[in-house]
């Protein structure tokens, strides 16, 4: 993954560049580096090991003035995370690259700028971009002809900035398979692997396609070539969202500030969307009604947690809806032989819009004969937005915990949303649309009720500090929000936790089960909770200390090792998405005891866009 950054500008350019990374670290933090040329046209370049701050306190004892510059924070592929890996990567003394994707013939190409005398400083894939380039350079011509002579040589994925001291106020860069956007200032220009970045300086935006190649140049001149060397003028968008986004307000975390948000986000996402009594198709856009008519199945791929909100969404759309909906993970999907019965809607979940598996997964889809597809994303222009067929945007804002909360409740409501919607097409009961519209209107209360209840998780959290194993069990559209939960535990206390359906506990897991075990129930007040409480019994049999999170109708009482949370009571369709909430606050709390890197856990980042 990692995040790109750089400017040309008629002032210092060292601030601006060290902003955007901060606003970058979500795609990664192993290290950070910066290259900017001197107002003596030598290039300077500064690079720390670890996140964005440490790389600040070398700049403040080391500036680097001038008004052309790019920078980096990483998330380690080729090579491991130390300085020498870090970019930006030289060749010589004059040339400067940043890069973010994976160059998949890096190896052949090493071996042959090594025959041609080069010597490489790092173990990355990325120096031998820089080299390439420097090699063409020579050769004559510029250095846009030259980055446009490399990039026909390169296999893989990449978005790159790069600078040459010998054409000061130039930066040159190009996308393909990673995400890089151009910010349009007043006689100044700027790169970034997203808006957030750059909100600081500009909220106009040229959003690169795919193969394009653009040159920076002085008094915010931007030419943008497309993949056949062809100027292309691609449209200046302005950015909609705000730029509240980059501070944690008075939240000791972003998660924690995230979490909170959720009444709010889900609202938002709501709006404008909710009939009197029903969901109009027309919020899917002015296709929607004639693709979801034509629709006979559905297939939903993402990754991570938006994979966990296909798999709750597959109980929706099949119980209101009736289509068979199958769910799969984009990096297995995008590899395999598929099936696709004729009249199949393809659906991808993703918060960033970015997430390279879930955009291969689609564009592989395109060649499989679907009816069509529908993205939910959380970021407008994303490569998933603008390359589906329809949009349903979610109105989460900026998510920066890399932990994902409110982009995942926000998807959940979309997809309810869908549910709807495809529901009505396909002859849904009128009444039972009119009592989830209802439901859905509740939500956002509801959620916040269950914020209400942040001291009492707390205090659940301290028997998890010192734990080493968890099992989360559910059942029903909760057995994803069980994997959900476990998912948010690992990703930020690093504690080991498993989710499984709670029927299938006496099928292995139960061996597992001790004092040392804790065991976290979601029991909403479904059909399925007769059937839940034998499981819990099997494990308090065992001595496993349960914490339940229960309806509070549901009457399960607490007693010795067993803890209870009482929800307060939502539709039974909806409990999935309350039931989130006090899983992600104890994950966050087992987190802060634990005293781990909440917002930017170790080895994670938030948009994955390598393979
Ligand atoms: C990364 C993030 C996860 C996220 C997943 C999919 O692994 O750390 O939080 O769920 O990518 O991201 P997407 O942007 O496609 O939802």
Redesign the pocket.
Same mark, same amino acid.
């Given at each position: 993954m990692c995040g790109i950054v750089g400017a040309v500008t008629g002032r210092n350019v060292e601030g601006i560049l060290l902003e955007g990374l901060r606003r970058l670290e979500y795609r990664g933090y192993d290290s950070a580096g910066m290259a900017v040329l001197s107002p003596q046209g030598a290039l300077q370049r500064s690079r720390a090991m670890g996140k964005v701050a440490a790389l600040e306190t070398r700049l403040e004892s080391e500036p680097l003035p001038g008004r052309c510059g790019i920078a980096h924070t990483r998330w380690a592929t080729h090579g491991r995370p130390s300085e020498e890996n870090a970019h930006p990567h030289q060749s010589g003394d004059r040339l400067a690259l940043v890069h973010n994707g994976i160059i998949e013939n890096h190896e052949s190409l090493r071996r042959e700028l090594q025959s041609a005398g080069y010597g490489f400083a790092s173990e990355t894939d990325t120096e031998v971009v820089a080299h390439l380039i420097d090699q063409e350079f020579r050769r004559g011509g510029g250095l846009l002809a030259a980055v446009q002579r490399v990039l026909a040589r390169l296999e893989g994925a990449y978005a790159l900035a790069v600078l040459h001291a010998d054409e000061p106020d130039t930066i040159v860069g190009a996308r393909k398979g990673s995400p890089l956007v151009v910010g349009v200032g007043i006689d100044e220009a700027f790169l970034g692997s997203d808006p957030l970045a750059l909100l600081q300086v500009t909220d106009r935006f040229v959003y690169l396609q795919e193969g394009d190649v653009v040159c920076l140049s002085g008094a915010g001149r931007i030419d943008v070539f497309d993949a056949r060397g062809e100027t292309v003028n691609r449209p200046v968008q302005t950015f909609e969202h705000g730029d509240g986004a980059a501070s944690k307000g008075d939240y000791r975390h972003f998660m924690l500030k995230e979490i909170f948000e959720q009444p709010e986000v889900i609202a938002a996402t709501l709006e404008g969307r909710l009939g009197e009594r029903s969901v109009p198709v027309e919020s899917f856009g002015p296709d929607a009604e004639t693709l979801f008519e034509r629709a006979k199945q559905v297939h939903i791929v /993402?990754?991570? &947690? =938006?994979f966990h909100a296909g798999l709750v969404a597959r109980y929706w759309l099949e119980r209101y809806a009736g289509v068979p909906v199958q769910v799969e993970v984009a990096s297995e999907y995008r590899y395999r032989t598929v099936v696709v019965p004729e009249g199949t809607l393809f659906v991808t @979940? =993703?918060? =960033?819009?970015? &997430?390279a598996d &879930?955009l291969a997964a689609l564009r592989f889809a395109r060649e499989q004969g679907y009816l069509g597809s529908v993205a939910i994303c959380n970021v407008p222009g994303s490569s998933l937005v603008r390359e589906s067929d329809l949009t349903l945007m979610t109105q989460a804002g900026p998510e920066i915990g890399? %932990? $994902?909360t409110k %982009?995942f409740t926000t998807q959940l409501a979309a997809l309810m949303l869908l549910t709807l919607a495809l529901g009505r097409v396909k002859g849904l009961a009128t009444e039972t649309q009119a009592e989830l519209v209802g439901a859905l209107r509740e939500l956002p209360k509801r959620v916040s009720q269950v914020l209400e209840l942040d001291g009492e998780i707390e205090a659940l959290s301290t028997a998890f500090a010192e734990k080493h194993h968890a099992l989360f069990l559910g059942r029903g559209a909760h057995f994803p929000i069980a994997l959900e939960g476990a998912l948010k535990l690992k990703e930020i206390s690093y504690i080991h936790a498993e989710a499984y359906p709670a029927g299938e506990l006496k099928h292995g897991p139960l061996a597992l089960v001790d004092s040392e075990m804790p065991v976290i129930s979601v029991a909403p007040n479904d059909e399925l909770l007769d059937k839940l409480k034998s499981n819990l019994q099997e494990v308090r049999a065992r001595g496993g200390e349960l914490f339940v999170f229960a309806d509070e109708r549901v009457g399960i009482e607490a007693q010795e090792g067993v803890h209870v949370l009482c929800l307060p009571h939502v539709h039974d369709a909806l409990a999935p998405i309350l039931y989130t909430v006090p899983l992600q606050l104890l994950s966050y709390h087992v987190a802060v005891l634990k005293g781990t890197d909440v917002d930017q856990p170790r080895n @994670? /980042?938030? $948009?994955?866009t390598v393979e």
């Open positions: /993402a990754c991570g &947690t =938006s @979940l =993703s918060q =960033s819009g970015e &997430t &879930t890399v %932990a $994902s %982009a @994670l /980042a938030k $948009s994955v």
